[in-house]
């Protein structure tokens, strides 16, 4: 069931003293999370920006599910983090841009569990934010995504900004008049051209004065 999930967090948000208290963290990350940061981590990764990494991806895979069961509730325990490969060198990732598929040199690779099944994560971290996308198999060649920068924080300004800044991508694909994004009844988004669905699996994501999406062409 190829699909897509992403999220965004602007690290200059976060509260970082609260996010290294264990009553906080251990919501978020597991007890085999903290050993990997431990082992494999800890040397390039702030262990703050590790655990908003941790939350991306695993809000990723929830955004990824929930299409597929509109009941899930988000358990970030139950979404486990089993591999994290750090690109090397750390690379300086330009924080506006929109592509397809993604450089592995250049992001964080994850592999996740929830239950039985496998998922696979990109995400790219630098002092502005985290950006994560997730798909659950391990080829972003055909995944489309965007991170932008917006003038303000307010929920009504991120939600119009990002369906503006996806919608644009997709009338590259998809040109003419009428392109449009709904709601599905069980909250998932979809996306129209008059009175057609398109063939497009799209999920974004915003934070305080950062937007972002991925989407993919269900072909």
Known sequence: MTGTGCDIVALKAINVDRTKQAN??????????KSLYDEALSAVVPFEHFVWLAWSVKESVYKFLQRGNPDLVFSPSKINIKKLTVPAPIPSFKVETEGQGFDNNRVYSGFIMYGDQQFYSRSTLNNDLIFSVVNDVDDFTAT????????????????????????????????????????????????????????????????????????????
Request: proline share 6%; net charge negative; hydrophobic share 45%.
């Open 144 to 219: 489309y995504w965007g991170i932008k920068k917006i003038d303000s924080s307010e929920p009504d300004v991120q939600s119009a900004a990002v369906r503006i800044f996806i919608l644009n991508s997709l009338n590259s694909l998809f040109p003419g008049e009428g392109l449009r994004i709904e709601k599905s009844p069980y909250g998932y988004p979809m996306v129209f051209q008059n009175d057609t669905e398109l063939p497009v699996i799209i999920s974004f994501a915003h934070h305080d004065l950062w937007v972002a999406y991925s989407f993919m062409l269900n072909s």
């Open 24 to 33: 906080f963290y251990s919501k978020i990350i597991i007890t085999a999370e």
